[in-house]
């Protein structure tokens, strides 16, 4: 009798156990739906407010860049007709108030070296700092390279160029070998055909401002499918309205357009009063059409400076003139350092940090790429050039590389 009780109160027991077994691991079950499915409501959120913060981010860049502070305004790059006299606004192309991006700049250049910094005001050759005859690819050399040499971005030349699948392999590594946002520049006008462009007419066969932004979109579409983010182009064509139309194809297809070459042949012999008239009413019209970045020439501005000091290492021509009169905001290049106009008076240190004495951001292919960058460094180390001068330059060089790669 015993027996039978022991064995039911056990049975009972055991009943008892797997129920509660069972229940357990239901309940463990049950969690872990609610675990997954708060996981996938919770990336779902992520996924949907970096993208509405990207598309804010990259809304206010494109207003901070074109001018645009109102709804009412007009939109980004809508082409000025070309007057007889100029109204300078000082505070154009300064970023917005409530500018997104300015933490994103600030926080990257707060935790950058000062000589990454440096390096980074160079747009230099692959081969610079691969030492390569011809990059026509980037593997494991290049990655090095540029771990070694943090510049701020390559320059290919059509040299570079051998097929559509290798070109864009080739930029594609550079990105992703680069530790910070990296510029792929190349140089392709209207008329060009190296790097796999179709045939589109010269420039001096574009008649009117339809025909420039047909040839520049078909340019610049072919350039953006490689992964280039940077034209060196255009060159002034004319007029101002001719020469927005293509730089609003170029920045249309998310790639910087570098507008070529201020001041212009003509400040060589007139005024500044005079070219206020006459001139620089296009390039007046450009910036306040919101160009990314403007070129500046080796030729001597004697009507503005009264000396033969190079455009391009003169504080009047930049400083003076294209920033505080003509209230240009954006990134000023140099024209290449690498010109006989330069190398036959200035060592490859001399002509770098005279350019960066003068207020250029980005120096394009110097002669010798690390004699350059030690000179600007030491520069730098000395106090001939503050910290935050380069700071100043790495401010604007970024505030247009996240403009696209937000």
């Known amino acids: 009798m015993h027996m039978r ?23 463990l079950i049950v969690i872990i739906i609610l675990i997954l499915a708060a996981g996938y409501v919770g990336v779902k959120a992520v996924i949907r407010y970096v ?8 809304r206010v860049i494109e207003e901070a860049e074109s001018g645009i502070i109102t709804e009412q305004e007009s939109p980004a790059f809508d082409i000025q007709e070309e007057t007889s006299s100029i109204v300078y606004n000082e505070g154009y192309n300064s970023p917005a108030d409530d500018d997104p991006v300015e933490n994103l700049v600030e926080k990257l250049l707060n935790d950058m070296t000062v000589e990454e910094m440096v390096a980074g005001m160079f747009l230099v050759s692959p081969e610079a700092i691969t030492g390569v005859e011809t990059a026509i690819q980037a593997e494991e050399g290049t990655k090095t390279a540029l771990a070694e040499n943090p510049v701020g971005g390559f320059v290919y030349a059509a040299k570079n160029y051998k097929s559509q699948e290798q070109f864009t392999q080739m930029l594609a590594n550079a990105k992703m ?15 060009a055909t190296d790097y796999g462009l179709a045939a589109t007419p010269k420039t001096s066969e574009l008649p009117d401002a339809d025909s420039v932004t047909q040839a520049y979109g078909s340019i610049s579409s072919a350039l953006a499918s490689y992964g280039v983010d940077m034209n060196l182009a255009p060159a002034v064509l004319g007029d101002a309205a001719l020469t927005s139309a293509a730089v609003q194809a170029v920045q249309g297809a998310k790639i910087n357009a570098v507008l070529r070459s201020f ?23 450009v910036i306040k059409n919101g160009v990314d970045c403007i070129m500046v020439s080796h030729a001597s501005a004697k009507g503005i400076t009264g000396d033969d000091t190079p455009s391009s290492m003169s504080s009047v021509v ?50 010798d790429y690390k004699e350059a960058y030690e000179g600007v460094l030491q520069a ?13 330059s790495m401010y604007r060089i970024y505030r247009v590389k996240y403009k696209n790669t937000l």
């Open 263 to 285: 001041p212009g042949d003509a400040a060589a012999s007139k005024s500044l009063d005079e070219l206020q008239g006459s001139e620089f009413v296009l390039y007046d019209t």
């Open 318 to 367: 930049i400083q003076d003139v294209l920033r505080n009169t003509l209230g240009f905001r954006g990134v000023v290049m140099t024209a290449a350092l690498n010109d006989s106009a330069v190398t036959g008076a200035y060592s490859p240190a001399e002509a770098a940090v005279a350019a960066v004495q003068a207020g250029a951001d980005l120096l394009l292919l110097p002669e």
């Open 177 to 191: 070998y680069s530790k910070y946002p990296l510029f792929r520049a190349v140089l392709a006008e209207s008329g």
């Open 5 to 27: 009780d022991d064995r039911s109160s056990r049975q009972k027991r055991r009943r008892r156990r797997l129920k509660n077994q069972f229940l357990a691991y239901l309940a």
């Open 51 to 58: 993208n509405n913060y990207n598309d804010k981010v990259n």
């Open 380 to 392: 730098v180390t000395d106090g001939t050039i503050t910290k935050e001068r380069i700071r100043e």
